[in-house]
């Protein structure tokens, strides 16, 4: 009877009997015991039954049909698909519900969203208790036996453990974490697993860290064998659960914060493709508001061909999400804007431009080269079309190209970047140019990287003439390989640029 009415597609959940529907059904799941929680999972038929009788015939979901012997555990592995080895530290015993999944639609998925929740708070309720628990009893033995935190000892934990037991065991049972050994233990974590040294630096961590002290014997648990091991997830839980659910409440904080400005303001869109670092194409779209901006999609377009059609139909979904009265420009670089006519034949109000910052990089790329002749691109919004340029100017080129001959020579050796910066460190405060003195490389700036590079090598003009003339540096040229010297200087501007004085070289 019960499976007959209970798992009747459609139907709905007021047209069941009250005789079919498990105990504590219409009972609010945070007003019902653990055990309560967990036995009004089952079927009503199963529910009535004793439980000799569950060994031969298990009991069944009330939510799924899925039957399976039921014990506490089974329940929460049943009701919530993410426990397992990463995240409670044992083995599943029974598949997850699948009412679990978010393809699921029923009248019953509020009911059992409801109890699922109710059933994870619970669970962590009780076992925070049990540690608890254990760790007053560890601490009432240790007092038992005469030490205490700062005076480990170890106790025996059977009901006569006393002072005679203690000194007959040598294991410590509690010792208080010095800041010392914390920060031995937060080292080999970096160094075995190759993390920037900057972290410490950076104020998301350094929370982090702070969360997790306050958080004391809670973050704490007791695996197999009595190991203490922390309860923090492992990677599979933070990749699958925990990150998309911080990334979707930093998004929505994000949001709360930014449509009261683009109602009142309105927004721009800003979008541009890139290559991940497992060579992947990404496309970009990025909401900006009044200085603040938040990543709307991130698209990964493997396989995928980017016609305009294609750039369109991802801009018009972030467009009518956002609304379009509340976006009032587009901005990309100059291989989409044939998206432009597509855009603006659906939202006429909007703006469509090239960004400048690509404008001004194709700019500068054109005016680094030596071609005879050189495109600009049209401004529509200033009214300026397409033209051809004649060019055939080596200057800029050379110029930029001794430049990070210059500078690669400086970086390409451990010696002569460490005297370099040594050199650095040395010049009085007054000599000490704007924006630092380490070298900028070719290319490591996107947007005028030439420019940037060049500006920052004129800027430290003077450490590279004491780097030339430095004993150490002439010494440690002299050791080097005819190869290397000839790099250094024969085939260097900086013999030229710096009057090198370098005998040993053979470019006086």
């Known amino acids: 009877m019960y499976e007959n009415c209970f798992f009747l597609p459609g139907l709905h959940e007021r047209e069941m009997a009250e005789e079919t529907l498990p105990r504590y059904w219409s009972t609010p799941a945070d007003n019902l015991s653990y055990e309560d929680l967990l036995f009004s999972t089952m079927c009503r038929e199963d529910q009535e039954r004793t439980k000799k009788s569950w060994l031969s015939a298990h009991p069944k979901c009330a939510f799924c049909g899925k039957a399976y012997r039921w014990s506490p555990f089974a329940v929460e592995c049943h009701m919530d698909p993410t426990l397992g080895k990463d ?4 083995a599943r015993v029974v598949t997850g519900c699948k009412m679990a999944s978010i393809l699921t639609t029923s009248d019953l998925k509020p009911r059992f969203n409801e109890v699922q929740a109710a059933i994870r708070e619970k669970a962590r ?17 240790l007092a038992e036996a005469g030490g205490n935190d700062n005076n480990p000892i170890d106790c025996d934990a059977r009901a006569d453990g006393g002072a005679s037991s203690a000194r007959h065991h040598a294991a410590p049972v509690f010792k208080r974490t010095t800041n010392e050994e914390m920060e031995q233990a937060w080292s080999e974590a970096f160094i075995a697993n190759g993390l920037p040294m900057k972290i410490f630096d950076d104020p998301h961590f350094r929370k982090a860290v702070m969360k997790t002290a306050s958080c004391g014997e809670q973050s704490i648990t007791l695996g197999k064998g009595g190991k203490r091991d922390t309860t923090m997830p492992h990677r599979t839980t933070y990749s699958k659960r925990i990150l998309p659910a911080t990334d979707a409440r930093l998004d929505a904080e994000n949001m709360a914060r930014m449509r009261p400005k683009y109602k009142k303001v309105g927004a ?17 779209i990025i909401l900006g508001v009044d200085g603040l901006l938040t990543l709307r999609v991130a698209v990964d377009t493997s396989g995928k061909d980017k016609t305009m059609q294609y750039i369109f139909e991802l801009l018009e979904k972030v467009i009518e999400d956002i609304g379009p009265e509340n976006i009032f420009s587009v901005v990309m670089d100059g291989a989409c804007k044939g998206a432009f ?12 431009f090239v960004c400048p910052s690509h404008g001004l990089d194709g700019f500068l790329k054109n005016a680094c080269s030596d071609k005879e002749d050189i495109r600009m691109q049209a401004n529509e919004m200033g009214g300026a079309p397409a033209c051809e340029v004649e060019w055939d100017e080596i200057f800029f080129k050379e110029a930029f190209g001794e430049a990070w001959v210059v500078i690669k020579t ?11 910066r040594q050199i650095a460190l040395s010049l009085r405060e007054g000599q000490q140019p704007k924006g630092g003195t380490e070298p900028k490389k070719f290319g490591e700036t996107r947007y005028g990287s030439r420019v940037s590079m060049a500006r920052r090598m004129l800027a430290t003009r003077a450490i590279y003439e004491k780097l030339m003339v430095d004993d150490e540096f002439k010494a440690w040229l002299a050791k080097q390989k005819l190869e290397t010297r000839d790099k250094v200087c024969s085939f260097s501007p900086l013999c030229s640029l710096f009057q090198c004085s370098n005998l040993s070289c053979g470019c006086s």
């Open 87 to 90: 995240t409670c530290g044992k």
């Open 125 to 141: 309720e009780q076992k925070q208790q049990q540690r608890v628990a254990v760790v007053v009893g560890q601490k009432r033995r």
């Open 268 to 284: 721009t869109l800003m979008s541009d493709g890139w290559v991940s670092t497992s060579g992947r194409p990404i496309i970009n």
């Open 341 to 352: 006519p597509l855009i603006r034949g659906k939202y006429p109000h909007i703006q469509c």
């Open 410 to 420: 400086a970086i390409s050796y451990q010696k002569s970047l460490a005297l370099f």
